[in-house]
Nanobody
Framework: QVQLVESGGGLVQPGGSLRLTCAAS????????VSWYRQAPGKERELVAF????????NYADSVKGRFSISRDKALNTVYLQMNSLKLEDTAVYYC????????????WGQGTQVTVSS
């Protein structure tokens, strides 16, 4: 069974840190580019960070540059999102997406993990 499972969300104070994990099962994520998205209540889902299949290329939304870091561990079939200096506006459900383009796009989404930044 193909699955992406996010974990590591929770409640944190402003300025704090969390590390989110996106673990793949039922397939190897090593050929896939992986993205983290987030969706706050009443807002559209937005791209937060991306890492290429090789791990050589990463991209970040302007709102998280310098605070968030995406990485992957191919041996563990896992992608991480390290989030530092968290702000109230980082509160959202965070989703990971794995995608590869061969003849057509193959895309998998996780179920999401809640991150709440509050004092």
């Amino acid at each position: 069974q193909v699955q992406l499972v996010e974990s590591g969300g929770g409640l944190v104070q402003p300025g704090g840190s969390l590390r989110l994990t996106c673990a793949a099962s039922g397939f190897s994520m090593n050929s896939f580019g992986v993205s983290w998205y987030r969706q706050a209540p009443g807002k559209e889902r937005e791209l937060v960070a991306f890492i290429s299949n090789t791990g050589d290329n990463t991209n970040y939304a302007d709102s998280v540059k310098g605070r968030f870091s995406i990485s992957r561990d191919k041996a563990l079939n896992t992608v991480y999102l390290q989030m530092n200096s968290l702000k109230l506006e980082d509160t959202a459900v965070y989703y990971c997406k794995a995608e590869v383009q061969i003849f057509s796009a193959i895309t998998y989404w996780g179920q999401g993990t809640q991150v709440t930044v509050s004092s």
